[in-house]
């Protein structure tokens, strides 16, 4: 007879427990549960996706020693994901993958998904068409701040609303890291679930001009045209990318007035405000003008506590309040910095076993502004790295196995682990559609090529001068 799940998960603690410093075992192992025993196969359960993405990286070994003592050479391990509240119900884009297997279970498991058709396949009936957004960026998990406020209603009327009210395109601008992209997105989320029949697409402008770049070469602009006929709420993120492109400008201006004219939604997003935009057709600007312009500004202290105290609450980060306070306090530039300090300073404490005092915050956090390297981002990451190797950044992202191609790819995939915030999946997904485990893979071979080949090491180094700009 198996082994009672929980008795078995507790003599692996206990294992683990003389293996680790007692900080890192109260992080990251005393949460989990063990939630149940099958023909050698554990399943555990963590707080979150970052949880997991933390134990497969750093701790994998030790928990394969643990579950073999415990419970046979032939024991695997599964992981469970808790899923927000908020996002029951919603399909969701994250692979779990265990040691060595993978497993899918309703509601505490992230499901996975099939690697979707080309959502831009021109030939797609109207609700085959994927409406690419990402499952965290819901209005649930959006902060309200007196910075955002008139955006958020504006997305929460379109939601109820979609192509019915004045608000129509909402134009959200503002700098970098400050949400537009997210609450863009929430709206999509939101009429989705409103209105399951609604056709929503979210595409970025440098998709869109790849897209139509590639119509034209194909002699398929019709086809392109139908294609964004059949949707209903077209999000299109950082329009200020259209400077400059008069051909896609063009096509743009016809889609919308064929969207606009028929009562479709545009949600727009900008870096800059309508009158900055520039190198851009007056007719179109005429037509941002038509509906609401709402400007995301940077959150004072009281609103990034809120959205820190969230951050925390939904990765189970453990800080203290006053840590959360200084924390705030030091990052005052946008969210993404914020939420990259966070992750920063829970790397540091577990893997470098230093007990976060506001002081060891604010020499942590003066290191990584000094570095220059907080405001990078995978795009950013993305054009360096390609530009450094005279390659074309569609070529980077396609399926390439050439070997020089497949090396780029991975530092890429590095660098960006190392020098964002962001999720190993999250990486993976901008980053050639791959899943999580091929970065963590790429880390891996890009850091055993560093120990062995001189001449690599130093493109490394040239490449990480470059980045710090
Ligand atoms: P932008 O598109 O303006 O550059 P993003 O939408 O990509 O910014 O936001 C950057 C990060 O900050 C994302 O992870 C997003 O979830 C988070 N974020 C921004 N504003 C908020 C908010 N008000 N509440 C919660 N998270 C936020
Ligand atoms: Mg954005």
């Given at each position: 007879?198996?082994?009672?799940?929980?008795?078995?998960?507790?003599?692996?603690?206990?294992?683990?427990?003389?293996?680790?410093?007692?900080?890192?075992?109260?992080?990251?192992?005393?949460?989990?549960?063990?939630?149940?025993?099958?023909?050698?196969?554990?399943?555990?359960?963590?707080?979150?996706?970052?949880?997991?993405?933390?134990?497969?990286?750093?701790?994998?070994?030790?928990?394969?020693?643990?579950?073999?003592?415990?419970?046979?050479v032939g024991a695997r391990l599964e992981y469970s994901v808790v899923v927000e509240e908020s996002q029951k119900g919603q399909p969701s884009s994250v692979t779990i993958s265990s040691i060595p297997q993978k497993k899918v279970k309703e509601n505490v498991v992230r499901v996975e998904k099939v690697a979707p058709k080309n959502p831009f396949d021109l030939n797609h009936?109207?609700?085959?068409?994927?409406?690419?957004?990402?499952?965290?960026?819901?209005?649930?998990?959006?902060?309200?701040?007196?910075?955002?406020?008139?955006?958020?209603?504006?997305?929460?009327?379109?939601?109820?609303?979609?192509?019915?009210?004045?608000?129509?395109?909402?134009?959200?601008?503002?700098?970098?890291?400050?949400?537009?992209?997210?609450?863009?997105?929430?709206?999509?989320?939101?009429?989705?679930?409103?209105?399951p029949d609604k056709v929503?697409?979210?595409?970025?402008?440098?998709?869109?001009?790849?897209?139509?770049?590639?119509?034209?070469?194909?002699?398929?602009?019709?086809?392109?045209?139908?294609?964004?006929?059949?949707?209903?709420?077209?999000?299109?993120?950082?329009?200020?990318?259209?400077?400059?492109?008069?051909?896609?400008?063009?096509?743009?201006?016809?889609?919308?007035?064929?969207?606009?004219?028929?009562?479709?939604?545009?949600?727009?997003?900008?870096?800059?405000?309508?009158?900055?935009?520039?190198?851009?057709?007056?007719?179109?600007?005429?037509?941002?003008?038509?509906?609401?312009?709402?400007?995301?500004?940077?959150?004072?202290?009281?609103?990034?506590?809120?959205?820190?105290?969230?951050?925390?609450?939904?990765?189970?980060?453990?800080?203290?309040?006053?840590?959360?306070?200084?924390?705030?306090?030091?990052v005052n530039s946008n969210v993404r910095e914020l939420e990259g300090a966070m992750v920063s300073l829970l790397a540091q404490a577990t893997f470098n076993h230093r007990d976060l005092t506001p002081e060891v915050v604010q020499e942590i956090l003066g290191k990584m502004v000094k570095n220059g390297m907080s405001e990078l981002t995978v795009d950013k990451i993305q054009d360096i790295v390609c530009q450094y190797y005279h390659i074309a950044p569609d070529v980077l992202l396609s399926k390439s196995r050439k070997r020089e191609i497949v090396q780029a790819r991975q530092l890429t995939m590095y660098f960006c682990k190392n020098y964002t915030n962001a999720s190993l999946t999250t990486i993976g997904r901008q980053i050639g559609r791959k899943d999580h485990t091929t970065v963590l893979y790429a880390c891996r071979a890009i850091a055993d090529l560093m120990a062995t080949d001189r001449t690599f090491r130093g493109q490394v180094e040239e490449l990480q001068q470059k980045l710090r700009g």
């Open positions: 007879m198996e082994k009672d799940y929980q008795r078995v998960w507790s003599e692996c603690l206990d294992l683990i427990k003389e293996r680790v410093t007692p900080r890192t075992f109260a992080t990251w192992f005393q949460p989990i549960q063990a939630v149940g025993l099958q023909n050698d196969v554990l399943t555990i359960q963590v707080k979150s996706q970052y949880v997991y993405e933390c134990l497969e990286e750093h701790y994998v070994d030790i928990l394969r020693m643990a579950i073999r003592t415990v419970i046979g009936n109207r609700l085959e068409i994927d409406p690419q957004l990402n499952p965290s960026y819901t209005l649930d998990c959006f902060v309200e701040g007196s910075c955002n406020r008139l955006a958020k209603s504006a997305a929460m009327a379109i939601a109820q609303n979609p192509g019915k009210t004045a608000f129509n395109p909402l134009l959200i601008y503002g700098g970098s890291g400050l949400g537009k992209t997210h609450l863009a997105q929430a709206i999509g989320w939101e009429v989705k679930q409103n209105f929503v697409l979210y595409v970025t402008t440098n998709v869109f001009q790849t897209q139509f770049t590639e119509a034209q070469l194909k002699n398929e602009i019709n086809d392109f045209l139908h294609f964004y006929r059949l949707i209903d709420v077209l999000i299109l993120d950082d329009i200020q990318e259209l400077a400059g492109k008069k051909g896609t400008q063009n096509t743009f201006f016809h889609i919308f007035n064929d969207l606009h004219q028929s009562g479709k939604q545009l949600v727009l997003t900008s870096d800059r405000s309508p009158a900055e935009l520039t190198d851009m057709e007056e007719r179109l600007l005429s037509r941002f003008r038509w509906g609401l312009s709402a400007e995301m500004k940077i959150p004072d202290f009281d609103t990034r506590l809120q959205i820190a105290r969230f951050k925390a609450r939904k990765e189970g980060i453990d800080f203290s309040e006053e840590i959360l306070e200084s924390i705030c306090k030091y």
